[in-house]
C-alpha cells in the first residue's frame, strides 16, 4: 500500500518545498530557481521557478498518494517587485502541481504559523523559530544551507490536520 505524502510549498523564489510521508520519512528542498535576464528593456536579471528541476522533485509521486498545502503569496501593493515575483512562482508552480493531477489547496502563513510556532513573533524572529523547531523536528535534513524550515512545516501542518 502506498503511503500518502504531505507536499509543503513555501511559495516564491526564495522558497521551499517540503515532503512528509505517513510513515515517517521526510525531505527538504530549496524551491528549484534559474535567473535570466528581465523581461524588461532594463539590464538586470530576475530569478524564475525551474520547471523542470521542480517537475524531477515530483515525479517520484503518484497523485493519488499526494496532497499539496500551498503557502498563499505575498501581496502588497508597495512591494511592487515582491508580488511580480510571488506571483510568477505561483503560476509555475500551480502549473507544475496540476500537470502531475497533485490536489491542492491554499495555505495562509498565519494559519499553519500559529499552529506550530510560538505566539508573538514577528519578522526575522519567525525565520529564526522556524529553523530552530524544524531542526528539532527533523533532525536528518541537512540545514547548513536553508534559512528557515517553513516548507517542511507546512507538509506538517497538513499531515496533522490530515488533509
Known amino acids: 500500500m502506498a503511503h500518502k505524502i504531505y507536499i509543503g510549498i513555501d511559495n516564491g523564489v526564495s522558497g521551499s518545498i517540503g515532503t512528509i510521508s505517513d510513515d515517517g520519512t521526510y525531505r527538504y528542498y530549496p524551491t528549484p530557481i534559474t535567473t535570466g535576464q528581465n523581461y524588461t528593456k532594463a539590464k538586470q536579471n530576475i530569478s524564475r521557478i525551474d520547471y523542470d528541476e521542480l517537475q524531477k522533485i515530483f515525479q517520484s509521486f503518484l497523485p493519488e498518494c499526494v496532497f499539496v498545502a500551498l503557502e498563499r503569496p505575498m501581496v502588497n501593493p508597495t512591494r511592487f517587485k515582491a508580488t511580480v515575483s510571488a506571483v510568477r512562482a505561483l503560476e509555475a508552480t500551480l502549473i507544475a502541481i496540476e500537470q502531475r ?26 525565520k529564526k523559530a522556524s529553523l530552530d523547531i524544524g531542526q528539532r523536528l527533523f533532525p536528518n535534513v541537512d540545514w547548513t544551507k536553508l534559512k528557515d524550515a517553513d516548507g517542511l512545516l507546512i507538509a506538517e501542518y497538513a499531515r496533522r490536520k490530515g488533509f
Open 101 to 126: 493531477c497533485f490536489p491542492y489547496m491554499y495555505i495562509d502563513s498565519k494559519e499553519w504559523q500559529k499552529a506550530l510556532l510560538p505566539s508573538g513573533l514577528e519578522g526575522p524572529d519567525l
